[in-house]
């Protein structure tokens, strides 16, 4: 074939394109993919070796007659597993969040809430009597007074921590709001499973909490695109 | 107990909470369960230390005064079954700052002991049977440190009038001068010791007996047979009949409590009557009460009043004759704000008044009516650890001292 100069210059654009082409896929595409690399989950199971009692009411001497309560301990089950820190910008955009924690037959339904910063928590009453929801804790302090069945306070909770909310009218009433700072933990299911998703690959501190007892942190790496598995045993 | 052991106990209190409250939630918060939360055990503690009250306007017994008492609580509950239930509460109360010499009876004793039996589990009807909680009026049943607002308590439920169960006046002489002196009364029919007189209501003390309570969605009622009377509640009887006494309370919308109460039953024992007129007329020396009671909150306010009308009957003996019977009335309203969380401010007004007698003086009332007004503030260090403080103005128009300003702080723990 003769190489014309008009040839030769569209061969020259032709091994132009095919070495810039190449370039790109040999240097560029995996650094593309460290970037955008798959993320992971870390999945697992908390094993209780002592079911945490519920709260006993305070002994009714001084009342005229007894309420008969059937006190429900499958919430004080729930665990809740998180990383330590989270992964460098993986809270970069938050969408305002809200969750419920109802008062219902003189207990905090759920009796464990996990949420991120930002997230506003609203405390419907739906019982018939009154309840008064307040919490000292350093986290989130705050008393939404005396409020009657059908109403509902919200409270905004803007700093990660852990915060303890009772009520002020029947002392046995309490519950944990765990906020982080972070999307990356999980509640753990009726049979002590849990699973957090969307992790980027790396190696993490993971934490299981229960009741007010945690665990030691564990580091844990989360291989690209897989599954990392981790049980604890917490009391 | 000696000054120094006193002293001891004081400040172990002192360093106990204070320790607790720099290391908030260090004790236990909440009630302990053993045997699978069929037993458990609670508990009040409260150290009050105030000015010294010569006017013995808050004594609760000629040893005790409300703000100046270390009180110790211990309750618990055995639960067998969701039929029966064993209640019990001991308490042992401490006079705090008295001065060395003084005498102080440390009294540890069984406040409550009683069975309650729900025949039927799904029906809120319960019988108590034993040292039962006092049926009669609101405040008796949250006398403890941490359901008060305050640290002083209302007039009627404390304050302690010139009257005797096991002591009666000659005479209406006898009795005027025991005009404001209840806190250590005298006379010369009966037991002539000097002994501290009773309350229009105690709340110090629970009467003994049999107690029905039903309740529904809107109305509570309770009727109970006991020893005592409201003013003089017993563990044994000490005349020939008992009291009956009743409430009724209704909640018809949240927050809101309307209650009603009545009693009557012998006051007098049988030992001063028999003193005074010979056997078989116990029966007719009564204590008769009435009360009305109400109870709104809403949001961060609690507003409460009571008023209670107490009468008694005693003998008519020597002249100027007690010719009528004695009553008294105590009216209180207070009120409780929270300002934020954990910080409250509170009010009481309160008064009690009596009725008059003649005497060779003419009329006077038989014992000095008493105003009070405390106003105070409470701080939850933690949750179940509240520091309050206090400052109430007494007016008394009677006995050594007529007036007195006392200021107070308190600090309660309970779980």
Redesign the interface.
Known sequence: MLLTPRRTRRLRRLLLFVASVSFFVVFVTPRARVHGARSGAIRGRVDLRKVP????????????????RA?DISDRLRSVVYLESAPRGAFESVEPMRAVMDQRGERFVPHVLAITTGTTVDFPNSD???HNV???SKTK???L?????GHSMPVRFDRPGIV?V?CDIH??M?AFILVFGHPFFSMTDDEGRFRIDNVPPGTYNLIAWNEGVQSQPRAVTIPDGGIAEEDFVLR | MTYGLRLAALIAVVALLGTATARAQVLPSEPVALAGGRITIGGDVSASIGADDAGFFNYTDYDHAALRVLTVDLTTSITPNPHIAVLGEIRDELALLSLPGDENRNTVRVYALYVRIRPWIDRAIDIQAGRVPPTFGSFARRVYANDNPLIGYPLAYQYLTSLRPDALPWNADELLRMRGRGWLSSYSIGNQEAEAGVPLVSAFRWDTGVQLHAASAIVDGTVAVTTGTVSNPRLTDDNSAPQVAARVSAHPIPGLVLGVSGARGPFVSSTAARGAVGDGHDRSFTQTAWGGDVEYSRGYYLLRAETIWSQWKIPALGAPVVDRPLTAMSTYVEGRYKLRPGLYVAGRFDHLGFSDVVGSDGPQTWDAPVTRVEVGAGYSLQRNLLLKFSCQRNTRDGGRVTNSTLAAAQLVYWF
């Open positions: 009692a519920p709260v006993e009411p305070r002994p009714n001497v001084a009342d005229l007659g007894a309420a008969v006190l018939h009597i009154y307040f919490s000292l302090s705050f008393d007074g005396r409020y009657a069945a303890r009772f002392s046995h309490n």
